[in-house]
């Protein structure tokens, strides 16, 4: 089946039941050491529901995912779908103060997690939460570990085995029921849980995938973190709508993971800037693009022409361009492949099916087209509202119901969308969202420090690279690695400066605020280039 044709499935759990069904032998998920055919896939899910409703998980609880792209995690969001659950997936590469907060805001009653992953002990982090989280009663750890002493650890496999034809009742969900609970930066740099229905995620897979006309027999590769938005929707649940296959990348870098899609006859590559040049690198040095590609699929950061063309002339094959927002359950808007070049490169295209894009001015009057304003979105994707924060839910949508997205844009002649700027200053670093602010309290934290602002500067590979402009206390020594090494250990490694600049002072207006944009166009003077071996999901 393809989107659009035919009943398409309105739940999470009711796309892999309709593949398992009608095609249970085709393969789904594949990794460098396996291939889990839709059957395989749906059997295992059925059988990891029926433990969880054992230990007393249910419709509406919630359920922490914090995994690489592994197939148990693919299984653990069918799973989770099929018992009315919400998944709560949580970047494995947080620090311990941010994947806290997720886990505590959320009230996850449940987390599964790998026992070890990244060079990160899992299990013994784990292991101090259930002692400090009240809501968390349950752990399933991937791995191998003999978890015998605390009987509210479970082992991946010892759940599996002991849910294979145990019957259960739970009730089917909704299209409208709550689904997924993502984190995601807001204006105050504290994360915000986005929360979407099955709908919501259903509605921007579908779209997304039938506007690259995905089918049977497509493998999908560089989807390199399930947990957001788009590797959930478009990634996860796209390939699986469109009957298409997934390569998992695992705990492998970019460049492991570009390389391995040559060998998987990967068909389209998703990817962000940083993804796409490590993959023309890997050409340059062995000689070939992919050898079935067809089509490449950039989102989450900004990508300069020259890169555009590189990757067009060095892969053969048309890139097509996707703003996706959390808040919109991922693609909102994007290029085609039939789309004349300019329009695929310099714009993010136009709004997929069923969503409406309007570009607005502060008060809500709408702007004529070829001009700038923010970006306003309403449709089936748009998200059911911030979890748990009812204020931000009402100040993020205006009285005709579109999402403020808080980016500035315009909206041409031909009904493209141009991406312009951001009404706030998120820098959007290899596709991941950095609030400079919560940089900004970490490094004000350090006793050598007076004031700091964070901006984002050009970068070729990254889109944008972070940049922290410090100014130092009187009498004070620091360095920028010791900046870096102070950030660390409490940010997550996308979100540690690539490029501290000290100053005398930073630009201020009358009331004291930074001056952003002026102080971004003098640390952008000169060119900044993240480490070599930076990427945009270091730790």
């Known amino acids: 089946m393809e989107p659009g044709k035919g009943v398409t499935p309105r739940t999470v759990n009711a796309i892999l039941a309709y593949r398992a069904a009608g095609d249970p032998g085709a393969p789904y998920l594949r990794t460098d050491e396996a291939v889990l055919s839709f059957g395989e896939v749906d059997d295992q899910a059925e059988a990891l529901a029926a433990s969880l409703v054992n230990l007393g998980i249910g419709p509406g609880d919630r359920i922490a ?33 941010e994947l806290r907060y997720a886990l505590r805001h959320s009230g ?22 259930l002692v400090e989280l009240p809501a968390l009663g349950h752990l399933v750890t991937v791995g191998e570990e003999d978890l015998w002493y605390d009987d509210r650890i479970f082992q991946w496999e010892d759940l599996l085995s ?3 034809g145990r019957d259960f009742d739970a009730p089917a969900p909704a299209p409208d029921d709550p689904f997924a609970i993502l984190y995601t930066s807001g204006t105050s740099g504290k994360p915000r849980g986005v929360e979407l229905s099955h709908g919501n995620l259903l509605h921007a897979a579908t779209e997304s995938t039938r506007a690259i006309a995905l089918a049977p027999g497509d493998v999908v590769a560089g989807v390199s973190a399930l947990h957001h938005v788009f590797g959930l929707g478009p990634g996860l649940l796209g390939t699986a709508l469109s ?15 570009m390389t391995a899609a040559g060998g998987h006859d990967a068909t389209v590559q998703y990817g962000v800037p940083t993804d796409f040049a490590t993959l023309l690198g890997h050409i340059e040095g062995q000689g070939g693009p992919p050898r079935a590609l067809r089509l490449c699929l950039s989102s989450g950061a900004p990508m300069s022409d020259d890169l555009a063309r590189r990757i067009e002339a060095s892969l053969g094959v048309p890139l097509v361009i996707a703003y996706s927002l959390t808040e919109a359950a991922s693609t909102l808007a994007m290029s085609r492949p039939g789309d004349p070049v300019r329009k695929r490169h310099f714009t993010v295209g136009r709004p997929v099916g069923g969503t409406e894009v309007r570009v607005k001015e502060r008060d809500g009057t709408i702007l004529p087209r070829e001009s700038v304003g923010e970006i306003a979105v309403r449709g089936p994707g748009v998200m059911r509202g911030y979890y748990r924060q009812p204020l931000e839910t009402a100040a993020a949508t205006d009285p005709d119901g579109y999402l403020r997205t808080g980016d500035l844009g315009m909206i041409d002649e031909d009904g493209y969308l ?24 970490r490094i004000m934290a350090h006793p050598a420090v007076n004031r700091a602002a964070v901006v984002g500067v050009p970068d070729e590979i990254l889109g944008e690279a972070v940049c922290a402009c410090v100014v130092r206390v009187e009498g004070g020594v620091v360095t920028e690695p010791e900046i870096q090494s102070w950030s660390a250990a409490t940010l997550a490694g996308y979100k540690v400066p690539d490029l501290v600049s000290f100053m005398d002072e930073l630009p201020l207006t009358d009331s004291g605020t930074v001056r952003r944009r002026e102080l971004a166009r003098h640390v952008s003077a000169t060119p900044v280039r993240a480490p070599a071996d930076s990427s945009p999901d270091d730790n």
């Open 65 to 97: 995912l914090v995994l690489p792209a592994w197939p148990e995690f693919a299984i653990s969001v069918y799973a989770a779908a099929r018992i009315g659950a919400l998944v709560v997936p949580v970047d494995p590469r947080l620090r311990l103060p």
């Open 108 to 129: 996850a009653a449940c987390a599964i997690t790998a026992e070890n992953a990244y060079g990160i002990d899992f299990l013994q982090i784990f292991e101090d939460f």
């Open 162 to 164: 002991a849910g294979v």
């Open 243 to 257: 009957g298409a296959a997934l390569l998992l990348r695992g705990e492998a870098d970019s460049a492991a993971g």
């Open 418 to 441: 141009h991406l312009v700027g951001r009404r706030e200053d998120v820098v959007i670093r290899g596709g991941f969202k950095v609030h400079p602010r919560e940089v900004e309290d």
